[in-house]
């Protein structure tokens, strides 16, 4: 066969049609390829060793199955692929490469292609010969543990009937707001609501953001940012990113964990997607056109499988109360300190002594009862448990540590909650320590 003399320009050893015939001929044929140390080519969620993968193109181009890529591997060779457009990132070791699926960057570029019309067509093209290589074993993913009712119940200090409560109402709005005093464990308990629905502690199926009012629509939807180059590029946020992941993955339910919803303006954030929200108007049937993405590209939906788990503290008078809209369209459970026999139990397992447990939730209990009382205050400013959910190991060390929470924590609560009286809160804190 005739064979082109390679250039030293990097432009002319390969054309990105030429690498993504190579791709397909890989997936199509599951072929093996030698295992990069380094880098890998990362595309629809696809891994693969560079350097194999241009070696092969180039096999492909030249209709020569013995040709070598003239350029070594590492930054030279990924440097042409690169110039082609292609992702070149750092090897996660516990991919297969060429194999196994990874959901970020796969949600990524085609999330890209979703909202940005950046997708390629590629025609099939036909088969070439070329060498087979042997791959390195690699090492499969880690099998996250799994994660049951009696595990919940185990750390969770509410009883049987309030989790099934907040899990009713999650199965049936799909999105559930978690309310209550500081302290009262709302994100501990979103992330184990996740937990059980999933049957695992599996961490690649959630993703949490907190919101803050410098938080918006370009963080969460969709907007311009700037690239490396200082060019702005239309870039897809958290949510639609999310929602790829879970439309790939139809069969097991994804979750989008939002800590402090009330801190943000919601109805900026979230935009036209309130509407998507809603438990009836999940799927491709109620797709909705983003302001920002163009013409031509299809229209986003909030697929029936992803679930919304949010958190308000009530006691931030700096929030403004939350947009009626938004409220609609969550199924909303109130959280209240827990001081009781579950909590006890707990600290007496951390070897904090029985009549120090006993003191703490006699005090905590008095306190907010004070704190509900006030007609200033009122119960939604209560304080939570998890202020002592962190006890030292040595029971000896369990007065020290039980006072400087109190003296560092709960004291400068008390003084911003009664910061009209000074000496009311001075009196309280005297009474916790005494």
Same mark, same amino acid.
């Given at each position: 066969?005739?064979?082109?003399?390679?250039?030293?320009?990097?432009?002319?050893?390969?054309?990105?049609?030429?690498?993504?015939?190579?791709?397909?001929?890989?997936?199509?044929?599951?072929?093996?390829?030698?295992?990069?140390?380094?880098?890998?080519? *990362?595309?629809?969620?696809?891994?693969?060793?560079?350097?194999?993968?241009?070696?092969?193109?180039?096999?492909?181009?030249?209709?020569?199955?013995?040709?070598?890529?003239?350029?070594?591997?590492?930054?030279?060779?990924?440097? *042409?692929?690169?110039?082609?457009?292609?992702?070149?990132?750092?090897?996660?070791?516990?991919?297969?490469?060429?194999?196994?699926?990874?959901?970020?960057?796969?949600?990524?570029?085609?999330?890209?292609?979703?909202?940005?019309?950046?997708?390629?067509?590629?025609?099939?093209?036909?088969?070439?010969?070329?060498?087979?290589?042997?791959?390195?074993?690699?090492?499969?993913?880690?099998?996250?543990?799994?994660?049951?009712?009696?595990?919940?119940?185990?750390?969770? &200090?509410?009883?049987?009937?309030?989790?099934?409560?907040?899990?009713?109402?999650?199965?049936?709005?799909?999105?559930?707001?978690?309310?209550?005093?500081?302290?009262?464990?709302?994100?501990?308990?979103?992330?184990?609501?996740?937990?059980?629905?999933?049957?695992?502690?599996?961490?690649?199926?959630?993703?949490?953001?907190?919101?803050?009012?410098?938080?918006?629509?370009?963080?969460?939807?969709?907007?311009?940012?700037?690239?490396?180059?200082?060019?702005?590029?239309?870039?897809?946020?958290?949510?639609?990113?999310?929602?790829?992941?879970?439309?790939?993955?139809?069969?097991?339910?994804?979750?989008?964990?939002?800590?402090?919803?009330?801190?943000?303006?919601?109805?900026?954030?979230?935009?036209?997607?309130?509407?998507?929200?809603?438990?009836?108007?999940?799927?491709?049937?109620?797709?909705?056109?983003?302001?920002?993405?163009?013409?031509?590209?299809?229209?986003?939906?909030?697929?029936?499988?992803?679930?919304?788990?949010?958190?308000?503290?009530?006691?931030?008078?700096?929030?403004?109360?939350?947009?009626?809209?938004?409220?609609?369209?969550?199924?909303?459970?109130?959280?209240?300190?827990?001081?009781?026999?579950? &909590?006890?139990?707990?600290?007496?397992?951390?070897?904090?002594?029985?009549?120090?447990?006993?003191?703490?939730?006699?005090?905590?209990?008095?306190?907010?009862?004070?704190?509900?009382?006030?007609?200033?205050?009122?119960?939604?400013?209560? *304080?939570?448990?998890?202020? &002592?959910?962190?006890?030292?190991?040595?029971?000896? @060390?369990?007065?020290?540590?039980?006072?400087?929470?109190?003296?560092?924590?709960?004291?400068?609560?008390?003084?911003?909650?009664?910061?009209?009286?000074?000496?009311?809160?001075?009196? @309280?804190?005297?009474?916790?320590?005494?």
């Amino acid at each position: 066969m005739p064979a082109t003399t390679p250039v030293a320009d990097s432009t002319n050893l390969l054309t990105r049609e030429q690498v993504l015939r190579a791709l397909r001929q890989i997936d199509r044929e599951g072929r093996r390829l030698p295992a990069s140390t380094v880098y890998e080519l *990362v595309y629809k969620g696809r891994r693969y060793p560079p350097r194999a993968v241009a070696e092969l193109a180039y096999r492909l181009a030249r209709r020569d199955p013995a040709a070598t890529w003239p350029r070594p591997a590492g930054s030279p060779t990924n440097a *042409v692929l690169e110039q082609l457009d292609f992702t070149i990132s750092t090897k996660r070791p516990v991919l297969m490469p060429g194999s196994a699926h990874d959901g970020d960057e796969a949600a990524r570029q085609q999330a890209e292609e979703l909202y940005t019309g950046s997708g390629r067509a590629t025609p099939p093209s036909p088969r070439l010969p070329a060498a087979a290589a042997v791959a390195e074993p690699a090492e499969p993913y880690a099998t996250p543990p799994p994660y049951s009712r009696a595990d919940a119940l185990a750390e969770l &200090f509410i009883d049987e009937s309030s989790l099934d409560a907040a899990l009713a109402g999650l199965a049936r709005r799909r999105n559930l707001l978690l309310q209550g005093p500081p302290g009262t464990g709302k994100t501990f308990l979103a992330r184990r609501l996740a937990w059980l629905l999933l049957g695992s502690r599996d961490e690649g199926r959630i993703e949490l953001v907190q919101f803050h009012p410098s938080y918006g629509y370009e963080d969460f939807i969709l907007g311009f940012r700037p690239d490396q180059q200082g060019r702005f590029q239309l870039v897809p946020g958290t949510l639609p990113l999310l929602a790829q992941r879970a439309i790939n993955d139809p069969g097991r339910p994804h979750f989008l964990l939002i800590d402090e919803v009330n801190r943000g303006n919601v109805p900026r954030i979230f935009g036209e997607l309130l509407l998507l929200l809603e438990a009836d108007k999940r799927g491709p049937a109620h797709a909705l056109r983003l302001p920002y993405a163009p013409p031509d590209a299809p229209r986003f939906y909030v697929p029936e499988n992803l679930y919304v788990i949010g958190t308000l503290n009530l006691a931030d008078r700096s929030l403004s109360p939350l947009d009626y809209a938004l409220r609609r369209r969550f199924a909303f459970v109130s959280l209240l300190p827990q001081f009781g026999l579950p &909590f006890q139990e707990f600290l007496r397992s951390h070897r904090v002594p029985a009549p120090l447990v006993e003191q703490l939730c006699a005090r905590m209990a008095a306190l907010n009862q004070t704190i509900a009382d006030d007609p200033e205050l009122g119960p939604d400013f209560q *304080v939570g448990h998890s202020y &002592f959910c962190q006890p030292p190991t040595d029971a000896s @060390q369990a007065p020290g540590w039980l006072r400087l929470v109190l003296e560092q924590e709960i004291g400068p609560l008390l003084v911003d909650y009664w910061r009209e009286q000074p000496q009311l809160a001075t009196a @309280q804190l005297r009474k916790l320590l005494a």
